[in-house]
């Protein structure tokens, strides 16, 4: 699929007038038990929110952020697909922490059982699954935490090492007498050596990180770390940022077609949005958002803001009442109507009270149209919470073949809406097994051939704001039966073509 300019998107529009609209699906409100962010200044930011199955059921569970109150576990207990989703506290005392801001599901020691990286407004603890939805502390890794206010996080595996490196973004530099204004602090990074982890390097400098991502951007096979900062409390000269991930990692710059730009970075959500196999990426901030393509004619890092062009800058709320920008935070690419084509999930909300901001800001639901626009539905679709959103996840949570939706508010209690589209396409579920140490294969690429087009997917943990997912990779097929499916492992190697058909929930292994 060419890659559409702003011209070149306006002459394809002119050119389908009467496209049909996508279909909007229905979104229903899931009862849950009371689960509020809450705290002080220290969490105005964060309040991510975990999904992952942690039981071995399939069905994924959640782990929100709570703040200064205790953070939760809510396992999953739908009955069956199809059935109304349904879920059942269940926090073991170790994961009943205070002072959570978000957490990020991962297998860590490669035994298959997921585990959990929580950021916290202090130590930040990596947490071993023991099954059935028990953990404890790792205690044999030689990770040491510091007393930070860590708010972003993402982790890869590189080359054949035993345990995976992992990234903290930390936020401000909460005791300094000075702070906040110009204390952010670094990204701190754990990179194995041998069966435990180095000491932390930190990347510096830092301009107060709220989401990170591991990415092999250019699909050479090393993958690099992206960094959106929050402008509101930068030091001059901060921006937006992307480290090389070479044995001394180091920051790309203009020289190697890095494009310098600041935004009060929130969220990042990573798709290849036209087929051509490279990850684009959507930012969230406050005031606007940014959909940016990758240019992979380039040999550099190289993004184009198309954000205008498509339709996608969700800078004021589309009801409400309130015309003051618009604060994105969590961002996902998902088919939410299973028409082939992926769609943009964002939580609002205003940090606190910020009185150039808007105080009623509702999620947005962004669906794409076939000439690759977007249209809010939010309204329409029933997502339009006026709550102070912060963490989100848009996964099939009840293994139906459509994406659902849970959102974590700041000071409100944590929202769930179950997907109950009934005219919606066909659907793929796509699981994927890793050799260990890499048991979920992250940073593969799933390569699928749609009709005429072409659609990649890269395996990653972080992104988001504060939280993310780990499981099934949900894609939507439209009205394909059939589709064929390959894809690259994290090692190098490609597995054959295969045809699958639809509407299943499928294994691939390594």
Known sequence: MLRPDACALALLMLAHPAQAEPPVPEFTPVPIAEHVYDGGWEHYVGGGLAVFDCNGDTLPDLYAAGGANP????????????????????TPPALALTGVTGAYPLDIDGDGLGDLAILRAGPDVLMRGLGQCQFEPFDTLGFVSGDHWTTAFSATWEGDNALPTLAFGTYVDRTDPEGPFG?????????????????????????????????????????DLRVSNDRHYYVRGGQEQMWAMEAAPRLYDAEDGWREYALWGMGIASRDMNGDGFQDVYLTSMGDQKFQLQTPDTDGPVWEDVT????????????????????GWHAAFGDVNNDGRDDIFVTKGNVEQMPDAAQKDPNNLMLQRADGSFVEVGATA??????????????????????????????????????????????LLLRLKGAAPNTHAIGAFVEMELGDRDVSREVTVGGGHAGGDLGALHFGLGPHARVRVRVNWPDGSISDWQTVAANQQITLTQ
Request: charge should be neutral.
């Open 382 to 427: 029933g997502i339009d919470s006026l709550h102070r959103g912060r963490g989100g996840a848009l996964v099939d949570l009840n293994r139906d073949g459509l994406l659902d939706i849970a959102v974590v508010n700041r000071r409100a209690p944590l929202e769930v809406w179950q997907n109950t589209n009934s005219a919606g396409g066909n659907w």
């Open 71 to 90: 953070a939760q576990l809510f396992v999953n207990a739908t009955a069956e697909p199809d059935a109304s989703l349904a879920f059942s506290p269940q």
């Open 183 to 223: 204390t952010c602090d670094d990204t701190l990074l754990f990179r194995p050596a041998g069966a435990s982890y180095a000491p932390v390097q930190r990347l510096s400098p830092g301009y107060c990180a709220l989401s990170l991502l591991f990415s092999d951007w250019n699909r050479s096979g090393r993958a």
């Open 308 to 327: 205008y062009g498509f339709g996608t800058t969700a800078h004021r709320p589309y009801t409400g009442g309130d015309g003051r920008p618009s604060t």
